[in-house]
């Protein structure tokens, strides 16, 4: 039903970072002055990053982390939680939607503000992912993830450095140039993350990065419709039945045929959303008998009808985003 990544059969992660296909997403150059401060809402499902080229801010997220940052850093705010943007301690931070910012396109905005001090320059974005499974593992990650200059992030920082070429030098198509960089960066940081990270070492990311654990998951993954049943998982693991189905239950936190039967409805969420297949059509995909069977399963996991979800889904994400910031 999805085009699987050539990787998919050994590298979990990258199949985690494959279902992160971005939709609807708001991008924004700024060019700041000193004193200046902003407030950007909190935008649930939405995954915020920030990067300066030049100059410095401080970063707070409300009822968390504080940092600042410089030229060559990167900081996310994967939950879309509120948070404030400034050039020093103290400053005021007035809600960004309340600060003019022309629109270069349908999602793309300029913003100038600030006094008449020192120049900070910014590219700033809210991604917002197609897949539902995507919000599963935004969920686990932490309030603020912050990408520094080291040995270890060389790639992400090369792509640092040519967004930041881009902006000190702007020539015909560079919106669109810093646009597609700024995808990149946002998955090589989640990728960053993933591989030095303490926090990625437990449970379902845990899981993925576990030999035996995660080949089952890549497996489930990529062939979702498949007659999935304990015992054939077990073999996919070269374990017991007992063994696996304990060790799968520890480290998942819930058993092996429920999680089959939940990354299935993410897949049909998917494909509802995107108008790729009707409800019966999904039911014969991912091996039920009768379309109401499946939408049974559907309705106990997720929590709506297929019909419902089809009905309330948004295509026009970027759209609302934007919307949403200059209301």
Same mark, same amino acid.
């Given at each position: 039903?999805?085009?699987?990544?050539?990787?998919?059969?050994?590298?979990?992660?990258?199949?985690? /970072? &494959?279902?992160?296909?971005?939709?609807?997403?708001?991008?924004? !150059?700024?060019?700041? +002055?000193?004193?200046?401060?902003?407030?950007?809402? !909190?935008?649930?499902?939405?995954?915020?990053? &920030?990067?300066?080229?030049?100059? =410095?801010?401080?970063?707070?997220?409300?009822?968390?982390?504080?940092?600042?940052?410089?030229?060559?850093?990167?900081?996310?705010?994967?939950?879309?939680?509120?948070?404030?943007?400034?050039?020093?301690?103290?400053?005021?931070?007035?809600?960004?939607?309340?600060?003019?910012? %022309?629109?270069?396109?349908?999602?793309?905005?300029?913003? !100038?503000?600030?006094?008449?001090?020192?120049?900070?320059?910014?590219?700033?974005?809210?991604?917002?992912?197609?897949?539902?499974?995507?919000?599963? /593992?935004?969920?686990?990650?932490?309030?603020?993830?912050?990408?520094? %200059?080291?040995?270890?992030?060389? !790639?992400?920082?090369?792509?640092?450095?040519?967004?930041?070429?881009?902006?000190?030098?702007?020539? %015909?198509?560079?919106?669109?140039?810093? +646009?597609?960089?700024?995808?990149?960066?946002?998955?090589?940081?989640?990728?960053?993350?993933?591989?030095?990270?303490?926090?990625?070492?437990?449970?379902?990311?845990?899981?993925?990065?576990?030999?035996?654990?995660?080949?089952?998951?890549?497996?489930?993954?990529?062939?979702?419709?498949?007659?999935?049943?304990?015992?054939?998982?077990?073999? +996919?693991?070269?374990?017991?039945?007992?063994?696996?189905?304990?060790?799968?239950?520890?480290?998942?936190?819930?058993?092996?045929?429920?999680?089959? +039967?939940?990354?299935?409805?993410?897949?049909?969420?998917?494909?509802?959303?995107? =108008?790729?297949?009707?409800?019966?059509?999904?039911?014969?995909?991912?091996?039920?008998?009768?379309?109401?069977?499946?939408?049974?399963?559907?309705?106990?996991?997720?929590?709506?009808?297929?019909?419902?979800?089809?009905?309330?889904?948004?295509?026009?994400?970027?759209?609302?985003?934007?919307?949403?910031?200059?209301?």
């Amino acid at each position: 039903m999805d085009q699987q990544p050539p990787w998919a059969a050994t590298d979990p992660v990258g199949e985690a /970072l &494959h279902v992160l296909r971005m939709s609807g997403t708001f991008y924004c !150059r700024s060019e700041l +002055t000193a004193p200046w401060g902003m407030t950007l809402p !909190r935008t649930p499902g939405c995954l915020w990053f &920030h990067t300066v080229t030049s100059g =410095g801010c401080e970063l707070e997220v409300t009822g968390g982390e504080s940092v600042s940052l410089r030229p060559g850093e990167l900081v996310l705010v994967p939950r879309g939680d509120e948070h404030r943007l400034r050039s020093a301690p103290g400053v005021a931070t007035p809600d960004i939607r309340s600060i003019p910012h %022309p629109m270069l396109d349908d999602r793309y905005v300029l913003l !100038r503000h600030g006094g008449d001090g020192d120049a900070t320059r910014m590219v700033c974005g809210a991604v917002r992912f197609e897949h539902p499974a995507a919000r599963g /593992l935004l969920d686990l990650l932490p309030g603020l993830i912050r990408v520094e %200059p080291t040995a270890g992030s060389d !790639r992400c920082h090369d792509t640092l450095r040519l967004i930041a070429a881009e902006v000190e030098d702007l020539r %015909p198509g560079g919106e669109a140039v810093i +646009t597609r960089l700024a995808d990149v960066l946002v998955i090589q940081a989640l990728r960053q993350w993933l591989a030095h990270d303490p926090a990625a070492r437990t449970g379902w990311l845990g899981a993925l990065a576990d030999d035996r654990m995660g080949r089952v998951l890549a497996q489930v993954h990529r062939d979702p419709s498949r007659d999935w049943t304990v015992t054939s998982l077990a073999a +996919t693991a070269s374990m017991s039945r007992s063994a696996f189905a304990a060790r799968f239950t520890e480290l998942v936190g819930e058993p092996a045929m429920a999680y089959v +039967t939940r990354w299935r409805m993410h897949v049909a969420a998917d494909a509802l959303t995107s =108008g790729d297949a009707t409800v019966a059509e999904l039911a014969g995909r991912l091996g039920y008998r009768s379309e109401a069977a499946f939408s049974r399963a559907f309705s106990r996991t997720v929590g709506e009808s297929p019909g419902a979800l089809r009905r309330r889904s948004d295509r026009g994400v970027s759209r609302s985003l934007v919307a949403s910031l200059e209301s």
